[in-house]
């Protein structure tokens, strides 16, 4: 119990200083969410390995460094932000440095459409009203201890609305960048809520990378809402450093009809926890949950997912699917909840592992409570090495044994890598890929 | 072309083949055939290299050099080819990628430059069309959701495009019906050559009506218990294995 109070104190105190520095330039209501969220992280601590959630992932390392909240970086230089913004973007692209908007590096043409995207801060003190009712209305800010502290720590973030029928035909481009220094691990909380009234359509991606390298916390929360019959594409990659740690939240809340994806990118950072999580609130929605990982080295990453299936006639999809090299280890939870009333439910829940080396370690578990009587809902899950059999048969014509082994773990990615509907995400994931392949195996 | 020598070998501590001398020239088509266990799955493994199993005694030679030391890659650069009894199934590596990254490795160790896509794209359509083949399957995942006829077909394809100096046909009738066998046997009698040799390997004395062997040999109990000519495969259809077996 001391070690978690002292563990917390640190955020207390920073809480503080933020509430003092913020305090006369914010309305009351954010005032009352963020003091409401600290007092549920001040009381849930940080989650040990006892809970039955976090049993394979220990936040020890993270909970022990005395992370201090990133102050406005100085911004990247152009080649720096080229890194990240893959060469040609057809559509918006906002920048956010430790979760603040910078108006100075992104890129958003007139909207003619009725879309607006920008800051959050901004939009909560010229248009509250299309914020306050969503705005940590769906994170589980009373239960869930990060994002609980994401929420205490409210100062900025990416706010996408659509308003009814709006139809956004290039994606938008969330681009989050973490500063770190060596000497000073420091922390940020980025946040997004997109809201997507009733038919409208848009595609959007958001990124995460550090800026330099040295220990830093990444701990951000998404909150989508999909109205009647929207659609959202909604990728999120993380390629932070290998000393990053990442715990993020994407919350979804679907209404009737609404359609609505998610893919979860995860190839950096040292200790990764992904939390999706979907309500599907309304009849006839359609959730698809998909993810990747590869993972090398001692890189560990967990996929935490929720599907909470409120209404009937909807469906889900989930795919996970994880290359681990070196000592990596990945956890997947598959949570799907079929409430009483969500007959004719179709669930679908799939996470296969390749695993490349002897010592990388895959825990996947799914989690199945299901309290209506008519409805479908398939789990499958695999771990395996490369195939023997199709080694030798690609050998036996003349390919070398690396190429062997290259060609198969990319076909084993291509069916995740293919449903991606974003070009130049597509592009990068491939050429990541291809040079993780080209490191070779680190046991070797 | 090839020699081996006295070759015992087995896998995982099980003995099989007990002692197979065999010479194959260019020019060419020997058939081994055999009952069950015989032994005729394994000399195939053997011969393209595959590693469970393991040679405890003798010797193959493959145009003077020693094959056994060779890697399957290897082997295959040097023209050596087996077409598969069970094609693996490989969901996500594309037919025609797998078999142009195949072909240029060959091309590559044999000092030949390297097809480009049109070029490649040329040839696959002449050996699709002399395999009669559904030229749909040469874009599909290698042998995924493919019929046995098809797996087989693709099987004598891909030797069509790799141009082998050695085919071994691991009981590539094995489950066809007549019409496919017709048509595999087409194939291959398209790809017989002065300059190449091949081994069939089959259970079935059929296939030896369509493709018509120099030499047959029969594989009992680990060894090579008789060899003769074509007229040797239709004694075994009339009066089977079992008087070979009692002979020994």
Known sequence: ?444 | MLEIKNLHAGIGGKKILQGIDLKVNAGEVHAIMGPNGSGKSTLSQVLAGRETYVVTEGQVLYQGGDLLEMAPEERAREGIFMAFQYPVEIPGVNNTYFLKAALNAIRKHRGEPELDAMDFLKLVRSKVKLMEMDEGLINRSVNEGFSGGEKKRNEIFHMAVLDPRLAILDETDSGLDIDALKSVAKGVNALRSPQRAMIVITHYQRLLNYIVPDFVHVLSGGKIVKSGGKELALDLEAKGYGWLEEAV
């Open chain 1, 1 to 444: 119990m001391i070690d978690t109070i002292q563990e917390t104190e640190n955020y207390a105190a920073s809480y503080a200083a933020l509430e003092g520095k913020r305090g006369s330039q914010d309305p009351a209501w954010l005032k009352q969410v963020r003091r409401s969220a600290l007092d549920s992280f001040l009381r849930l601590g940080f989650p040990s390995t006892h809970d039955e959630e976090w049993r394979f992932t220990s936040v020890a390392p993270i909970a022990r460094v005395p992370f201090q909240l990133a102050a406005n970086a100085k911004a990247p230089d152009s080649a720096t932000l080229a890194q990240w913004t893959f060469g040609s973007w057809p559509g918006i692209q906002l920048v956010f440095i430790n979760g603040v908007f910078s108006r100075e590096l992104s890129w958003n043409p007139a909207a003619s459409t009725g879309l607006s995207a920008g800051s959050l801060a901004e939009a909560w003190a010229t248009n509250p009203s299309s914020v306050q009712p969503h705005l940590a209305r769906y994170a589980r800010v009373s239960t869930e201890p990060f994002a609980a502290l994401n929420t205490a720590f409210l100062s900025d973030g990416a706010f996408v609305r659509l308003p009814r029928g709006c139809v956004v035909d290039e994606p938008i481009h969330l681009i989050f960048l973490t500063s770190a220094e060596a000497a000073r691990p420091q922390v940020c909380h980025p946040r997004v809520l997109v809201v997507a009234e009733a038919n409208a359509q848009v595609r959007i991606l958001e990124s995460y990378a550090s800026l330099g390298p040295g220990v830093c916390l990444t701990n951000a929360v998404t909150e989508l809402v999909a109205e009647e019959n929207a659609f959202v594409d909604h990728y999120k990659l993380q390629r932070e450093s290998l000393e990053a740690f990442h715990v993020g939240t994407v919350q979804l809340h679907m209404g009737r009809s609404a359609n609505v994806s998610t893919q979860t990118i995860s190839l950096g950072g040292s200790l990764v926890r992904n939390h999706v999580n979907a309500v599907l609130d309304g009849e006839g929605g359609e959730a698809t949950l998909n993810g990747f990982y590869l993972v090398n080295g001692r890189q560990h990453i967990d996929n935490h997912t929720c599907i909470d299936h409120a209404k009937p006639h909807c469906s889900s999809h989930e795919l996970y699917k994880g290359i681990l090299d070196g000592k990596a280890h990945g956890v997947f939870n598959g949570r799907i909840i079929v409430r009483p009333d969500a007959q004719k439910t179709d669930s679908k829940q799939t996470n296969k592992n390749l695993i490349l080396s002897e010592e990388a370690l895959v825990n996947t578990n799914p989690q199945l409570e299901i309290y209506a009587d008519d409805v479908k809902c398939t789990h499958g899950a695999t771990i395996g090495q490369l195939d023997a059999d199709s080694i030798f048969y690609l050998r036996s014509r003349g390919i070398d044994l690396d190429s062997a082994r290259h060609l198969l773990t990319y076909a084993f990615a291509g069916d995740f890598i293919h449903r991606l509907k974003i070009d130049p995400l597509r592009a990068a994931l491939e050429a990541s890929l291809f040079a993780r392949l080209a490191e070779g195996r680190e046991d070797v």
